[in-house]
């Protein structure tokens, strides 16, 4: 059974940064998407950052110059690196992956994803 397991969030304070890892088992495909969502309380998941087989990658508008998502294929892991965080970046951070590809990145939702972790918070203070 594929599983997405995150880690690396953490509280930090307004421009801080933090690296967030989603390690993935049994999920080995040719074609694939894979991104980080995330939720606050109250709120709808929004997508933050989605990168797929080909390393196609696309992001969330509040988060175009600050976020980098990545992948290490030989390690099965799925990064995103955060700089210059903001206290609205606070929420659970979930990792999500599906076994196709998709033209438009920019269109993912929530929905066009099979497989999600538990989530890691963060938390961003003033």
């Known amino acids: 059974q594929v599983q997405l397991v995150e880690s690396g969030g953490g509280s930090v304070q307004t421009g801080g940064s933090l690296r967030l890892s989603c390690a993935a088992s049994a999920f080995t495909y040719s074609a694939y998407c894979m991104g980080w969502f995330r939720q606050a309380p109250g709120k709808e998941r929004e997508r933050v950052a989605v990168?797929?087989?080909?390393?196609?990658?696309s992001y969330g508008d509040s988060v175009k110059g600050r976020f980098t998502i990545s992948q290490d294929r030989a390690k099965n892991t799925l990064y995103l690196q955060m700089h210059s965080l903001k206290p609205e970046d606070t929420a659970v951070y979930y990792c999500?992956?599906?076994?196709?590809?998709?033209?438009?990145?920019?269109?993912?939702?929530?929905?066009?994803?099979?497989?999600w972790g538990q989530g890691t918070q963060v938390t961003v203070s003033s």
């Open positions: 990168i797929d087989s080909d390393d196609n990658t």
């Open positions: 999500a992956a599906v076994r196709i590809k998709f033209r438009f990145l920019d269109q993912l939702r929530p929905g066009n994803f099979e497989y």
